[in-house]
Protein backbone atom coordinates (compact mmCIF):
# COMPACT_ATOMS: atom_id res chain seq x y z
CA UNK A 1 0.00 0.00 0.00
CA UNK A 2 1.10 3.37 -0.51
CA UNK A 3 1.36 6.69 2.15
CA UNK A 4 1.55 10.25 1.08
CA UNK A 5 2.86 12.03 4.41
CA UNK A 6 1.59 15.56 5.07
CA UNK A 7 3.70 16.26 7.94
CA UNK A 8 3.37 19.81 10.40
CA UNK A 9 6.34 22.49 10.85
CA UNK A 10 9.85 20.52 11.87
CA UNK A 11 8.43 17.14 11.01
CA UNK A 12 8.91 17.55 7.40
CA UNK A 13 12.48 17.12 8.16
CA UNK A 14 11.85 13.73 9.71
CA UNK A 15 12.43 10.45 7.85
CA UNK A 16 9.13 9.31 8.73
CA UNK A 17 9.16 6.19 6.67
CA UNK A 18 12.00 5.06 9.06
CA UNK A 19 9.68 4.68 11.72
CA UNK A 20 9.07 1.56 13.18
CA UNK A 21 5.81 -0.44 13.10
CA UNK A 22 5.59 -3.68 14.92
CA UNK A 23 9.56 -3.93 14.93
CA UNK A 24 9.72 -2.96 11.22
CA UNK A 25 10.72 0.60 9.47
CA UNK A 26 7.57 1.77 7.43
CA UNK A 27 9.07 1.43 3.91
CA UNK A 28 9.50 -1.57 4.64
CA UNK A 29 5.42 -2.45 4.46
CA UNK A 30 4.44 0.77 2.65
CA UNK A 31 5.46 3.05 -0.61
CA UNK A 32 5.85 6.29 1.75
CA UNK A 33 6.27 9.44 0.03
CA UNK A 34 5.42 13.35 1.47
CA UNK A 35 3.72 16.30 0.34
CA UNK A 36 3.71 19.80 1.32
CA UNK A 37 -0.29 20.20 1.59
CA UNK A 38 -3.11 18.53 0.10
CA UNK A 39 -4.19 21.72 -1.94
CA UNK A 40 -0.50 21.36 -3.53
CA UNK A 41 -0.61 18.13 -4.24
CA UNK A 42 -3.84 18.22 -5.99
CA UNK A 43 -2.95 20.90 -8.35
CA UNK A 44 0.23 18.98 -8.94
CA UNK A 45 -2.09 15.48 -10.18
CA UNK A 46 -4.26 17.92 -12.21
CA UNK A 47 -1.49 19.24 -14.71
CA UNK A 48 -2.10 17.92 -18.09
CA UNK A 49 1.41 16.29 -19.70
CA UNK A 50 2.96 18.42 -21.77
CA UNK A 51 2.91 17.40 -26.00
CA UNK A 52 5.88 19.47 -26.93
CA UNK A 53 8.29 16.59 -28.60
CA UNK A 54 10.73 17.69 -25.83
CA UNK A 55 8.86 16.88 -22.91
CA UNK A 56 10.79 13.56 -22.38
CA UNK A 57 13.82 15.14 -22.02
CA UNK A 58 16.55 14.06 -19.75
CA UNK A 59 19.06 16.03 -18.55
CA UNK A 60 21.70 15.69 -15.84
CA UNK A 61 25.11 18.04 -14.24
CA UNK A 62 27.25 17.48 -11.46
CA UNK A 63 30.45 18.32 -9.89
CA UNK A 64 33.01 16.50 -7.81
CA UNK A 65 34.47 19.13 -5.82
CA UNK A 66 38.18 16.99 -5.48
CA UNK A 67 35.89 14.97 -3.05
CA UNK A 68 32.84 13.41 -4.51
CA UNK A 69 34.70 10.95 -6.93
CA UNK A 70 31.74 8.26 -7.04
CA UNK A 71 29.75 11.57 -8.99
CA UNK A 72 30.64 10.71 -12.43
CA UNK A 73 29.58 6.62 -11.57
CA UNK A 74 26.29 8.28 -11.07
CA UNK A 75 26.08 10.43 -14.33
CA UNK A 76 27.49 7.04 -16.05
CA UNK A 77 24.88 4.69 -14.51
CA UNK A 78 22.13 7.42 -15.18
CA UNK A 79 23.51 7.47 -19.22
CA UNK A 80 23.65 3.56 -19.46
CA UNK A 81 19.91 3.68 -17.75
CA UNK A 82 18.84 5.86 -20.04
CA UNK A 83 20.20 5.34 -23.75
CA UNK A 84 20.45 8.03 -25.92
CA UNK A 85 18.10 10.34 -23.39
CA UNK A 86 20.32 12.05 -21.44
CA UNK A 87 22.08 15.58 -21.61
CA UNK A 88 25.07 16.33 -19.88
CA UNK A 89 25.08 19.51 -18.71
CA UNK A 90 28.42 21.70 -17.32
CA UNK A 91 27.58 24.22 -14.15
CA UNK A 92 27.00 27.65 -16.41
CA UNK A 93 25.06 25.59 -19.15
CA UNK A 94 22.56 24.43 -16.05
CA UNK A 95 22.27 28.02 -14.79
CA UNK A 96 22.42 29.37 -18.08
CA UNK A 97 19.37 26.87 -19.34
CA UNK A 98 17.49 26.83 -16.25
CA UNK A 99 17.38 30.85 -16.19
CA UNK A 100 16.42 30.48 -19.88
CA UNK A 101 13.81 27.82 -19.39
CA UNK A 102 15.44 25.48 -22.05
CA UNK A 103 15.85 22.56 -19.05
CA UNK A 104 12.70 21.34 -19.44
CA UNK A 105 10.93 17.73 -19.30
CA UNK A 106 10.92 14.74 -17.57
CA UNK A 107 13.90 14.64 -15.63
CA UNK A 108 16.63 16.88 -14.34
CA UNK A 109 19.21 14.93 -12.50
CA UNK A 110 22.47 17.43 -10.45
CA UNK A 111 25.00 15.09 -8.32
CA UNK A 112 26.94 17.64 -6.40
CA UNK A 113 27.88 18.63 -2.58
CA UNK A 114 24.65 20.47 -1.06
CA UNK A 115 24.38 22.94 1.56
CA UNK A 116 21.30 23.96 4.19
CA UNK A 117 22.12 27.30 5.66
CA UNK A 118 19.03 26.65 8.55
CA UNK A 119 19.54 30.44 9.43
CA UNK A 120 18.60 31.69 5.80
CA UNK A 121 17.27 28.52 4.06
CA UNK A 122 16.66 31.12 1.22
CA UNK A 123 20.56 30.54 0.21
CA UNK A 124 20.59 26.73 0.94
CA UNK A 125 22.38 25.82 -2.02
CA UNK A 126 24.04 22.90 -4.53
CA UNK A 127 27.60 23.61 -5.40
CA UNK A 128 28.58 23.03 -9.22
CA UNK A 129 31.70 23.98 -8.65
CA UNK A 130 32.66 27.09 -8.48
CA UNK A 131 29.00 28.05 -9.08
CA UNK A 132 26.11 27.99 -6.43
CA UNK A 133 22.67 26.75 -7.56
CA UNK A 134 20.73 28.94 -4.48
CA UNK A 135 16.79 27.55 -3.49
CA UNK A 136 16.63 31.79 -4.01
CA UNK A 137 17.44 32.16 -7.26
CA UNK A 138 15.54 28.56 -7.97
CA UNK A 139 12.43 30.45 -6.63
CA UNK A 140 12.46 33.18 -9.29
CA UNK A 141 12.85 30.45 -12.23
CA UNK A 142 9.61 29.12 -14.71
CA UNK A 143 10.35 25.49 -14.75
CA UNK A 144 8.80 22.56 -16.39
CA UNK A 145 9.99 19.48 -14.97
CA UNK A 146 8.18 16.32 -13.98
CA UNK A 147 11.30 15.16 -11.62
CA UNK A 148 14.14 17.23 -10.25
CA UNK A 149 16.60 14.49 -8.27
CA UNK A 150 19.18 16.77 -5.74
CA UNK A 151 21.52 14.12 -4.91
CA UNK A 152 23.66 15.52 -2.31
CA UNK A 153 23.95 16.30 1.37
CA UNK A 154 20.99 18.01 3.15
CA UNK A 155 19.16 18.92 -0.44
CA UNK A 156 15.58 17.62 0.82
CA UNK A 157 15.94 19.85 4.04
CA UNK A 158 13.18 22.76 4.64
CA UNK A 159 12.52 25.42 6.95
CA UNK A 160 9.32 25.43 8.44
CA UNK A 161 7.95 29.23 8.76
CA UNK A 162 4.09 30.43 10.07
CA UNK A 163 1.21 28.93 8.02
CA UNK A 164 3.66 25.55 7.33
CA UNK A 165 5.26 27.69 4.69
CA UNK A 166 8.44 25.82 3.43
CA UNK A 167 11.96 27.36 2.63
CA UNK A 168 14.91 25.51 0.81
CA UNK A 169 15.59 23.72 -1.99
CA UNK A 170 13.21 21.43 -2.63
CA UNK A 171 10.11 23.70 -2.06
CA UNK A 172 11.63 26.24 -4.38
CA UNK A 173 12.10 23.85 -7.12
CA UNK A 174 8.29 22.79 -6.34
CA UNK A 175 7.34 26.48 -6.09
CA UNK A 176 8.64 26.97 -9.58
CA UNK A 177 7.14 24.20 -11.45
CA UNK A 178 8.57 21.05 -10.67
CA UNK A 179 6.09 18.09 -9.90
CA UNK A 180 8.61 15.85 -7.49
CA UNK A 181 11.73 16.47 -5.86
CA UNK A 182 14.08 13.74 -4.85
CA UNK A 183 16.49 14.77 -1.84
CA UNK A 184 18.26 14.48 0.89
CA UNK A 185 17.19 14.42 4.99
CA UNK A 186 20.77 14.94 6.02
CA UNK A 187 24.73 14.44 4.90
CA UNK A 188 25.04 10.96 3.12
CA UNK A 189 28.32 9.32 1.56
CA UNK A 190 29.37 9.31 -2.08
CA UNK A 191 29.47 5.74 -2.43
CA UNK A 192 25.96 5.38 -0.61
CA UNK A 193 24.25 7.77 -3.21
CA UNK A 194 25.96 6.18 -5.78
CA UNK A 195 23.99 2.98 -4.97
CA UNK A 196 20.97 4.69 -4.51
CA UNK A 197 20.42 6.23 -7.29
CA UNK A 198 21.43 3.35 -9.48
CA UNK A 199 18.93 1.14 -7.61
CA UNK A 200 16.29 3.78 -8.10
CA UNK A 201 16.82 4.38 -11.68
CA UNK A 202 16.88 1.07 -12.42
CA UNK A 203 13.31 0.51 -11.30
CA UNK A 204 12.44 3.93 -12.58
CA UNK A 205 13.97 2.69 -15.99
CA UNK A 206 10.97 0.28 -16.29
CA UNK A 207 8.01 2.73 -16.26
CA UNK A 208 7.40 2.64 -12.55
CA UNK A 209 6.35 5.70 -10.48
CA UNK A 210 8.75 7.61 -8.59
CA UNK A 211 7.36 6.06 -5.47
CA UNK A 212 7.97 2.56 -6.38
CA UNK A 213 11.30 3.35 -7.35
CA UNK A 214 12.09 5.15 -4.16
CA UNK A 215 10.81 2.25 -1.80
CA UNK A 216 12.48 -0.41 -4.18
CA UNK A 217 15.97 1.68 -3.79
CA UNK A 218 15.35 1.51 -0.01
CA UNK A 219 14.27 -1.85 0.06
CA UNK A 220 17.41 -2.86 -1.93
CA UNK A 221 19.45 -0.96 0.67
CA UNK A 222 17.35 -2.48 3.97
CA UNK A 223 19.30 -5.64 2.49
CA UNK A 224 22.91 -4.75 3.21
CA UNK A 225 22.01 -2.30 6.18
CA UNK A 226 19.60 -1.84 9.23
CA UNK A 227 21.17 1.38 10.19
CA UNK A 228 18.21 4.52 9.17
CA UNK A 229 21.48 6.43 8.82
CA UNK A 230 22.62 4.76 5.96
CA UNK A 231 19.80 4.25 3.77
CA UNK A 232 16.42 6.49 4.87
CA UNK A 233 18.05 9.90 4.15
CA UNK A 234 16.65 9.77 0.48
CA UNK A 235 12.77 11.56 0.51
CA UNK A 236 10.50 12.13 -2.36
CA UNK A 237 8.05 15.60 -2.10
CA UNK A 238 5.37 15.86 -4.47
CA UNK A 239 3.76 13.83 -6.88
CA UNK A 240 4.44 10.08 -6.10
CA UNK A 241 2.93 8.97 -9.45
CA UNK A 242 5.81 10.98 -11.52
CA UNK A 243 7.23 8.07 -14.13
CA UNK A 244 9.59 8.72 -16.38
CA UNK A 245 9.36 6.93 -20.24
CA UNK A 246 10.66 3.29 -20.41
CA UNK A 247 14.52 2.96 -21.24
CA UNK A 248 14.84 1.63 -24.94
Known amino acids: PSLVMIPSGALHDLPLHAFEVD ?3 LASRHEVTQAVSVWHLARTRRRAPSPRPEARATWSSGATLGVLPA ?3 ELDHLADTFPGQVQALDADALLH ?3 AGSVRGSLLHIAAHG ?4 SRPRFSAICLGER ?3 AHDVAALSLDLDLVVLSGCETGRSLS ?5 LIGLPRAFLGA ?3 SVLGTLWPVGDADAARFMESFYNELATGASGRRALTTARRSALTTTDDPVAWAAFTLLGDPDIAL ?3 P
Open 23 to 25: GEP
Open 97 to 99: GLS
Open 177 to 179: GAR
Open 245 to 247: SKA
Open 161 to 165: TGGDE
Open 115 to 118: RFEA
Open 132 to 134: FLL
Open 71 to 73: VAR
